[in-house]
């Protein structure tokens, strides 16, 4: 299974953007799919997650209610939009996909061992 991130650009705070997972390979809609970030210096953060349907989602404390995912499987794509966005969510942000059920726990959802394949990442910077 392959996956590209891309959308990440430079916003000001406040402003919002939509990054996209382009995933391919057999049996792609068996996939759950994570996205994590990190910041320099930081440890990868789990941002949430997607069921492989699109049915089920679960996002960290500190993105909530900011961003939303949802999935295109005739596509292959999943989508993370972000609004509200704030100088904190700068980072790299990587989506993963596992065929595990990850949305069932948070703590299962936000952790990278449960994802078997991962994109090269795509950087959001957000600042004035």
């Known amino acids: 299974l392959q996956l590209v991130e891309s959308g990440g650009a430079l916003v000001q705070p406040g402003g919002s953007l939509r990054l996209s997972c382009a995933v391919s390979?057999?049996?792609?809609?068996?996939?759950?799919i994570g996205w994590f970030r990190q910041a320099p210096g930081k440890e990868r953060e789990g941002v949430g997650c997607?069921?492989?349907?699109?049915?089920?989602?679960r996002y960290a404390d500190s993105v909530r209610v900011r961003f939303t995912f949802s999935r295109d499987n005739a596509k292959n794509t999943v989508f993370l939009q972000m609004t509200s966005l704030k100088p904190e969510d700068s980072a790299t942000y990587y989506c993963?996909?596992?065929?595990?059920?990850?949305?069932?726990?948070?703590?299962?959802?936000?952790?990278?061992?449960?994802?078997?394949?991962w994109g090269q990442g795509t950087q959001v910077t957000v600042s004035s």
């Open positions: 993963a996909a596992g065929l595990g059920p990850v949305t069932l726990l948070q703590s299962v959802c936000v952790s990278p061992g449960e994802y078997d394949y």
């Open positions: 997607i069921s492989s349907s699109g049915n089920s989602t």
């Open positions: 390979g057999p049996a792609v809609e068996k996939y759950a």
